[in-house]
């Protein structure tokens, strides 16, 4: 027996016949001993119903109000959810945010978690309810309602895993793990059995929609149990945490795979747009002058390249969200050029960035040059180089990604699994 | 400057324009100097929705789960009207149920409002912000939502009106107020510019849908002024409640007006039916023999006739929803028949009940009779009477129903408004 939190999303939840689905799982779990907490997003197509809505009232809806129309798709599948269960002859109750007591910052529609209040939930716990409570939303100090951002309800769930020390949280999603690479692109790609935090956390922030990058962070800083697993498939989905596949994120390294495997996993992100400050005076502090009115515009810069200057000139490159491209642009022409007396701006949409993710890299050279071995022989140009303790990311244009993606997946034996070296 | 209630319903909220409507309208309110608390319902359709949904998930729902559901499509309304006054220039505030602190027993999907916080609004009043309040929604002691069924949001409306002593409570409806009687019987129907409370809690009890009866209830225990006028026309309506139209209950009699008039309204309702037990014996207590065991089973009974006795036997006739019957009639067969020697259950669902209101006929003789003497002379024949104090009420066959109401308020000279006699 075992405490332990489930965490659907809208997919799991999309019709009264999957919500049926859910509670038959949940029912099997908790009647074979576990005491079970069950996390649900909305029903899918439901938040973008709602969104839709407040747009037709207002163009740009206050974020208040916005989050209290937000939150009521995850209000009807705690219900929903609930009543299914009881159906089954489970004792359950729902709980929305405010009644378990998720505390949150007021940072409407982009909360973050304080506090979980522990003891509503242990009380039904002890008298052996399942506890079915609403994702993504809790309250601020004054009692307002807010929401913690999309894909908050995977956030949700590792933060109440942590705040009543579940033994594992299991999130149900449309795949059935973590892989070394996108299947979609490459067939062979093999789910991992599982994966370091720190490699997950890469792979989130790489672009993987599996996990919420948020939600990694909050099991990390907590060291929750957490698996990743197929809600669809598999209809006699063992009740225990011992037998279940899926990915299971761990935190301790295992000294064995140290020795061996080196890269996990390959990902591939096409969010980002390149910028060039072409022929800026190559002189000291010259990146904080470029980059420091962009990171007061609130754009994130990921990878940056400074060339070696010739005649006492430069080219400097980085990386943003494509989304932040013309605002980037904006800033550096207002509050950059006539600065430093750089020349001109060079962008690029057309790229695509590929990354390495292996813990075991930190301890192997190699990597990296394997990588840089791989690549030319299919003609492809590297455009950028970027490093981190266990990753390697390089840039390349957008339409080789899929042919990266699987030259690199090759070139490091991935369908084996983890490789080693 | 006074500090006002507006109730908008599910039409007045039904679309995203509509919405935007209601807003203009309290931000003419507001502007005019007033303190505005809005209540509202769920947008037309949506509480059936969600209900279907639940019915989808759940052939029986469990009711504490249903609140949950349920109370969501009145969270929608509110996030949106907030959001539409915001773009309007007006600081406004949404609260559920749980933030305001509306208090009810723990009788889900029609539990009782109890206590209703004033701190919560009052506090957001004093900092210059209209008040938008989710009708229809309370929370248990035990901090469950429940909802207070069926047009439960003209009751939270009246609840909160009473709480913090509001000058006025305006209820929008699709009608313009309170009529002589249903306008589309008698197209001569005359508008009442002010009805006592106790006439509107007859109409009310008698069907007339235009107030549901709790919140006339709530309004007279606590003498809410309480306006009921059309949400749809009226687009220069003025902001004072000195000006606007529509019908206000009242609660002190006019002397003058008690002098003169005798009848304000002839209601009618097609929702019950008559059950007679044909041939018991004509003893003390019979008819506590054959209600107890209707009572018992929660049936209610409106209308009693007992006929003199003839050889030691008679016949008992009441009236029962008609919804009820089937059940009556199983209640009599099993717990009545067999204990009194009754013959025959008679049951007719083919009537109908017009009554005739007015508080001034608590001082008049003469009211009974003229209704006796104009129905035979079209040859309506009338088969139950009875009376209470500022009520006479008339079972006849329900194909005369209309006929019935015109005959009547011809009698009475509503044409003309209240008649005097």
Not at 158 to 166: G, N, Q, Y
Not at 318 to 333: C, I, Q
Not at 381 to 394: C, D, F, H, P
Request: with cysteine.
């Amino acid at each position: 027996m075992a405490l332990i939190v489930h965490k659907y999303g809208g997919t799991s939840m999309g019709s009264p016949e999957r919500i049926r689905n859910v509670a038959r799982r949940v029912a099997k779990w908790k009647k074979a001993g576990h005491q079970m907490i069950v996390v649900v997003s909305a029903m899918s197509g439901e938040t973008n119903r709602l969104l839709a809505l407040a747009k037709e009232v207002s163009p740009r809806p206050d974020l208040r109000e916005l989050d209290v129309v937000a939150t009521t798709g995850e209000q009807v599948s705690i219900g929903l959810l609930a009543m299914a269960l009881k159906d089954l002859g489970v004792d359950a109750v729902s709980m929305a945010g405010w009644q378990v007591g998720i505390h949150t910052d007021n940072a409407f529609t982009k909360a973050r978690i304080d506090t979980i209040d522990e003891d509503a939930i242990r009380r039904q716990l002890d008298a052996g309810r399942v506890v079915v409570v609403a994702g993504f939303q809790g309250i601020d100090p004054d009692r307002n309602i807010t929401t913690l951002g999309r894909g908050g309800s995977d956030t949700s769930a590792v933060a109440i895993a942590a705040a009543v020390h579940a033994d594992e949280c299991l999130i149900f999603t449309d795949v059935d793990g973590i892989y070394t690479t996108d299947p979609r692109i490459v067939p062979e790609a093999k789910r991992l059995n599982n994966i370091s935090f720190e490699e997950m956390l890469e792979l989130a922030s790489l672009g993987s929609k599996v996990l919420q990058i948020r939600s990694v962070e909050f099991a990390g800083k907590y060291k929750v149990p957490l698996r990743v697993l197929s809600s669809l498939s598999d209809p006699d989905l063992p009740v225990s945490v011992e037998a279940v596949s899926g990915t299971l994120i761990t935190y301790e390294e295992d000294p064995k795979m140290m020795e061996k495997a080196v890269v996990t996993g390959i990902a591939c992100s096409r969010n980002e747009a390149k910028v060039t400050v072409h022929n800026v005076p190559d002189t000291p502090g010259i990146a904080s002058k470029i980059l420091g009115p962009i990171a007061a515009s609130n754009i994130d810069v990921d990878m940056i390249v400074q060339n070696v200057g010739v005649n006492g000139r430069t080219d400097f490159t980085f990386t943003v969200p494509r989304t932040d491209l013309e605002r980037t642009v904006d800033v550096l022409k207002s509050d950059v050029l006539p600065f430093i007396g750089g020349e001109q701006i060079l962008t690029s949409n057309n790229i695509a960035k590929i990354s390495v993710v292996g813990v075991g890299m930190r301890s192997h050279a190699g990597v990296a040059s394997r990588m840089f071995h791989a690549l030319p022989q299919e003609n492809i140009n590297i455009q950028m180089i970027g490093t981190s303790e266990i990753k390697v990311s390089l840039v390349v244009d957008e339409k080789y990604t899929e042919l990266a993606v699987r030259v690199l997946h090759k070139a490091f034996g991935l369908e084996n699994g983890p490789a080693e070296i």
